[in-house]
Nanobody, 124 residues
Framework: VQLQASGGGYVHSGGSLTLSCATSGGEFTTLTVGWFRQVSGKEQQFVAATTRYGLQTYYAESVKGRFTISRDSAKNTVYLQMNNLSPEDTAVYYC??????????????????WGQGTLVTVSS
C-alpha cells in the first residue's frame, strides 16, 4: 500500500487547512488510516484515525472538536480537516495505513505503511 500525504502549508493562528492522504495498491475499504504528527526532536504523536469501512473514528484529546477525519472511497483518499489551528499544531503530519483487522489505530508501531510527511506551520 502506498500513501501520499499533501495539503500542508503556512497559516495564521485560528486558520484552517485540509490534509489529504491518497492511497493506492490496497483495498481502501478495509484500510485503517491514521494521522500522526511530529515536532523536531520529539516522538510522533497520534492525531486521528479512521478504521476499516469507516466504522470508527478516533481523535487525540488535543484536537477533538477542531479536527475532523473523513474518507472518500471513490477517491481512495482520507482527509484531515483542521480548524482553529494554533502554533501548538505546528508539526510534520504523516498518514499511515494498515490492512490488519485487529490493528490498534492509536499505536504508531501497529501500522505497516507510511507516507511521507507534510509540514504544517501555524504562526501566532
Amino acid at each position: 500500500v502506498q500513501l501520499q500525504a499533501s495539503g500542508g502549508g503556512y497559516v495564521h493562528s485560528g486558520g484552517s487547512l485540509t490534509l489529504s492522504c491518497a492511497t493506492s495498491g490496497g483495498e481502501f475499504t478495509t484500510l485503517t488510516v491514521g494521522w500522526f504528527r511530529q515536532v523536531s526532536g520529539k516522538e510522533q504523536q497520534f492525531v486521528a484515525a479512521t478504521t476499516r469501512y469507516g466504522l470508527q473514528t478516533y481523535y487525540a484529546e488535543s484536537v477533538k472538536g477542531r479536527f475532523t477525519i473523513s474518507r472518500d472511497s471513490a477517491k481512495n483518499t482520507v482527509y484531515l480537516q483542521m480548524n482553529n489551528l494554533s502554533p501548538e499544531d505546528t508539526a510534520v503530519y504523516y498518514c499511515t495505513g494498515d490492512q490488519t483487522r485487529t490493528v490498534n489505530p492509536l499505536e504508531r508501531h501497529e501500522y505497516d505503511f507510511w507516507g511521507q510527511g507534510t509540514l504544517v506551520t501555524v504562526s501566532s
